[in-house]
């Protein structure tokens, strides 16, 4: 894909961040991580690799779940008390 194509898509899915978010306000932040993911990644994403939109959205639904396995271990489920400030205070 080019770096026009790629913006292209970016600009798709803030649009369609914008027109959904009255009526879905979950897939409209889910429309806006993903223009936010390719517009922070696009010098990785700007290659031959990825061929199709759906092509980078595949590689972005791998990184998110990458990244909520990762948030996982950083900061387990506790009590009821918030397991993230335990985990930060704790000596």
Do not use: C
Not at 39 to 63: C, P
């Amino acid at each position: 894909m080019t770096g026009e194509e790629i913006t292209e898509i970016i600009e798709k899915y803030r649009k369609l961040a914008q027109t959904t978010e009255r009526f879905n306000g979950e897939r409209a932040h889910n429309y806006e991580r993903f223009a936010d993911y390719l517009e922070d990644n696009n010098h990785f994403v700007d290659d031959d690799y990825y061929e199709t939109e759906e092509d980078l959205l595949e590689e972005f639904k791998e990184v998110e779940s990458d990244m909520g396995a990762q948030w996982d271990n950083w900061f387990p489920e506790g009590d009821d008390d918030d397991s993230i400030s335990d985990f930060l205070t704790k000596e």
